[in-house]
């Protein structure tokens, strides 16, 4: 069984390869996650798709003893213009673990917590 660390950094290095580029990581409860984006579009919004990815990642990890805790997201540009920024609470992780609320209610509900600078 991996140590929580060892999970953190195997989220962030999973988190890389799906072209979500972390620039602050803070493990605690809740996780503070900050990344750039390559999807930024013309009008400056927060990428639905790397929402989903970043959840995504996360949940594959349950797998491998990450817990949930809530998550609170910062997106930016290339530039490092913020974006915007979101939320996933751990309960909403916990109940689609156990199929109590579908994908699409998860993913409803992050989506109303997306925050535009």
Same mark, same amino acid.
């Given at each position: 069984? &991996?140590?929580?660390?060892? =999970?953190?950094?195997?989220?962030?290095? +999973?988190?890389? &390869?799906?072209?979500?580029?972390?620039?602050?990581?803070?493990?605690?409860?809740?996780? !503070? =996650?900050?990344? !750039?984006?390559?999807? @930024?579009? @013309?009008?400056?919004?927060?990428?639905?798709?790397?929402?989903?990815?970043?959840?995504?990642?996360?949940?594959?990890?349950?797998?491998?003893?990450?817990?949930?805790?809530?998550? +609170? @997201?910062?997106?930016?540009?290339?530039?490092?213009? +913020?974006?915007?920024?979101?939320? @996933?609470?751990?309960?909403?992780? +916990?109940?689609?673990?156990?199929?109590? =609320?579908?994908?699409? !209610?998860?993913?409803q509900?992050?989506?109303?917590?997306?925050?535009t600078?």
């Amino acid at each position: 069984m &991996s140590t929580p660390e060892e =999970i953190y950094e195997r989220i962030e290095n +999973r988190l890389v &390869s799906h072209g979500i580029y972390v620039t602050d990581f803070e493990r605690g409860d809740p996780l !503070e =996650i900050t990344y !750039e984006t390559v999807h @930024a579009g @013309a009008d400056g919004t927060v990428p639905d798709r790397d929402i989903g990815r970043l959840c995504n990642v996360l949940r594959e990890f349950r797998e491998e003893g990450w817990e949930p805790v809530d998550l +609170r @997201a910062v997106v930016t540009d290339l530039d490092g213009e +913020r974006l915007g920024s979101w939320e @996933a609470e751990a309960a909403w992780f +916990r109940k689609l673990g156990r199929d109590e =609320i579908s994908e699409t !209610e998860f993913s409803q509900r992050v989506l109303e917590t997306v925050d535009t600078a």
